[in-house]
């Protein structure tokens, strides 16, 4: 599409989190994690899934804010400030931060950037494409959602991106339930980006959570010959990501900034859900 690449700002120092929250294991002793992938299938206790269920209606609620801090000319360091906050208030622990060495509570990804974006003092502009990534750990559990809103105005294909990659999300939901293809979320969304005229991130994927961070099943968004079937009592997100352009894309010097080759607009949304008999329980 040609658009002009966006400009790095500065980044500040992480957040104080309050001292009586509870940190997940990888920011208490991050060298004694082995690993940062659960390799083991969880089917989900009661207790989890209403400990879950709970901090996925946080997770929400924290979106909820983040779209009311979206305008022209705030930075979004003062959106994950705002966030930050809220969720500490909360009980709850922000996941980004200290991940591998995140720096931010919250990622927020403008424009090209495809994922994982460190909140900075660029001001926010008209038109802008702006996703939140918001994850949090509450009583011992992750929820992790994410959405995406058109800063201001924005030309029409910014706005069907934007609805299109919300569609594909809705579409990847309804065919989610004990028995199912875990291929079938992968055509779905594809079937809603090509309809679109847009692409799909194939190496950006889903993942099991729980009492850990990433895990078991891996969520593949594109078309793809997974056998495996969704599993009552599991958990995952579901988080495709599409483009305005050619789903390439590379990293920034900072290590975590994924943005596309094109620089090509890009709209992700993502839920965490609960896998059921006869369907799904969106968390958040």
Known sequence: ??????????????LPVPLHIPRPPYVLEPEKVRGWWNSRVEVKSP???AAM??????????????ESLIEPGRTSEE????????????????????YKGFPKSVMI??????????????????????????TLFLKGYHADTA?????????????????????ALDAAVAVCHA????????????????????????TLVGHGIGEFFHGVPQVFHCRNSDKRKMQEGTTFT????????????????????????????TAQFEHTLLITADGCEVFT
């Open 53 to 66: 269920r709970e901090a996925g209606r946080l997770a929400h609620a924290t979106l909820d804010l983040a």
């Open 179 to 202: 028995g199912a293809p875990m291929s079938a979320i992968g055509r779905v969304v594809s079937d809603v980006a090509e309809r679109e005229g847009f692409g799909v991130v194939k």
């Open 147 to 167: 959405r995406t809103w058109v800063c201001g105005k924005s030309d029409t294909t910014g706005l069907r991106l934007v609805n299109a990659t919300r569609e």
């Open 47 to 49: 207790e989890a899934v």
């Open 79 to 98: 959106v994950e400030a705002e966030l930050h906050h809220f969720m500490c208030d909360a009980g709850a622990y922000p996941s980004d931060l200290g």
């Open 238 to 265: 579901i988080e495709p990501v599409l483009t305005e352009g050619l789903p390439d894309w590379e990293t920034w010097d900072d290590g975590w900034t994924v943005v596309t080759s094109d620089c090509g607009r």
């Open 1 to 14: 599409p040609g658009r002009r690449p966006m400009e790095k700002g500065r980044v500040s120092e992480a």
């Open 109 to 134: 990804s403008v424009n090209e950037v495809i994922c994982h974006g460190i909140p900075d003092d660029r001001p926010l502009e008209n038109g802008d494409i702006v996703n939140v990534d918001v």
